[in-house]
């Protein structure tokens, strides 16, 4: 099946600090990427929607200046968290969606997560 | 934009018994609808999907049923495990983008 791993799985920071969070798809080339975001007890809110090659999407009210999205290949999106504060401590997860030819483009493959403290 | 709900928050049944967590959908251009479980710390795994084309889809003791005209769809889960325990969450998509989670239900199966 289509996994998606995601580094580093937990990182500690002091605030002023910045954070690059890598999302690579293992076996499967993702034309799509998503960054969410998830704080305890709550849902996934989409943070931004990364294409391969070109400027990633920004959800409203996500600052793109300080979530840094690059995507630079079909297997490799990076979030960096940029002047992290206390504020930005949150559970992140990347998803992907396979490019599978014949087959489904919707399906979409969730990272293990990335805990983030901000202290 | 779209906005999903989820229902009920909370659920507890005993082994055993059914399970049945409903969402509704706002955007009727929305045609993708997965499923996801989630246990504590892990990551959203991917349980059952279904699309705007097929009013029902089962997978073993999992099945989503969808009602386009209502825009609500429905994940039924029978003879539930311990296992089964955890954070449901659905979402809605239009051809794989703009993802829009519920806000999950937190199950729980007494043994």
């Known amino acids: 099946g289509a996994v998606v791993s995601q580094h580093p799985s937990w990182v500690i920071c002091k605030s002023g600090t910045s954070v690059k969070i890598e999302c690579r798809s293992l076996d499967f080339q993702a034309t799509t990427m998503f960054w969410y975001r998830q704080f305890p007890k709550q849902s996934l809110m989409l943070m931004a929607t990364s294409n391969e090659g070109s400027k990633a999407t920004y959800e409203q009210g996500v600052e793109k200046d300080k979530f840094l999205i690059n995507h630079a290949s079909l297997t490799l999106s990076t979030l960096t968290v940029t002047s992290a504060h206390p504020e930005d401590s949150s559970f992140y997860i990347c998803s992907a969606i396979a490019r599978m030819g014949g087959g489904s483009t919707d399906t979409q493959y969730f990272g293990p997560g990335t805990r983030l403290t901000v202290l | 934009g779209e906005n999903v709900e989820q229902h009920p928050s909370t659920l507890s049944v005993q082994e055993g018994d059914s399970a049945v967590i409903k969402c509704t959908y706002s955007d009727s251009a929305s045609n993708y609808f997965p499923w996801y479980k989630q246990e504590l710390g892990k990551r959203p795994q991917l349980i059952i999907d279904i699309r705007s084309n097929v009013g029902e889809k089962k997978d073993q003791r999992i099945a989503v049923t969808l009602n386009k005209t209502a825009k609500h769809f429905s994940l039924h889960i029978t003879e539930t495990q311990p296992e089964d325990s955890a954070v449901y969450f659905c979402?809605?998509?239009?051809?794989?983008?703009?993802?829009?989670f519920g806000p999950g239900t937190r199950l729980s199966v007494l043994p």
């Open positions: 979402a809605a998509s239009i051809y794989g983008q703009n993802f829009v």
